[in-house]
């Protein structure tokens, strides 16, 4: 069981830094991504879901 969980950890910080990446390069402003930074580091889980239903999207 460790072994699943420390995997899905790996899994969900992945994520998370690709969400921040993606968060750091879109078109929003400076505040909101400094809110969905914060939220995605303290509530890595809850986060990453908010963040792919309501967060900024990459500029290209």
Do not use: D, H, N
């Not at 790996?10 to 993606?22: E, G, H, K, P």
């Not at 809110?35 to 986060?47: A, C, E, Q, S, T």
């Amino acid at each position: 069981m460790i072994e699943i969980s420390g995997l899905l950890g790996l899994v969900l910080l992945v994520l998370v830094i690709w969400a921040i990446v993606s968060t750091v390069q879109s078109g929003a402003s400076t505040g909101t991504k400094v809110i969905w930074i914060v939220v995605l580091v303290l509530l890595p889980l809850l986060g990453f879901i908010l963040w792919l239903i309501f967060g900024p999207r990459a500029g290209r």
